[in-house]
Nanobody
Framework: VQLQASGGGLVQAGGSLRLSCVAPRNIFSVFSTKTMNWYRQAPGKQREFAASIGSDGTVDYADSAIGRFTISRNNSRKTAYLQMNSLKPEDTAVYYC??????WGQGTLVTVSS
């Protein structure tokens, strides 16, 4: 497994979750050069971009994530994170992490109940 996503679960609207994406097979020097992305796919919908963080720490967010989600990375742990606050039922989806949009994790399910 090249990317392992975790941290999903069931949460009530307004709650928070933190997703993690580990690249266990990367060596530190490789991981630090990669852009890490989070995408999500809701039931019956296409996969959509959620957030990204570049090797220099530059971040980008989908409009729906601005002000609620925060992406970060810890290169020494070869891990990217997605902190999600003020969750809404429409955030319900399988969340996928990717590295340079070339390598993908298996996804972690986030369910937000109303």
């Amino acid at each position: 497994v090249q990317l392992q996503a975790s941290g999903g679960g069931l949460v009530q609207a307004g709650g928070s979750l933190r997703l993690s994406c580990v690249a266990p097979r990367n060596i530190f020097s490789v991981f630090s050069t990669k852009t890490m992305n989070w995408y999500r796919q809701a039931p019956g919908k296409q996969r959509e971009f959620a957030a990204s963080i570049g090797s220099d720490g530059t971040v980008d967010y989908a409009d729906s994530a601005i002000g609620r989600f925060t992406i970060s990375r810890n290169n020494s742990r070869k891990t990217a994170y997605l902190q999600m606050n003020s969750l809404k039922p429409e955030d319900t989806a399988v969340y996928y992490c990717s590295q340079d949009n070339q390598i993908w994790g298996q996804g972690t399910l986030v369910t937000v109940s109303s």
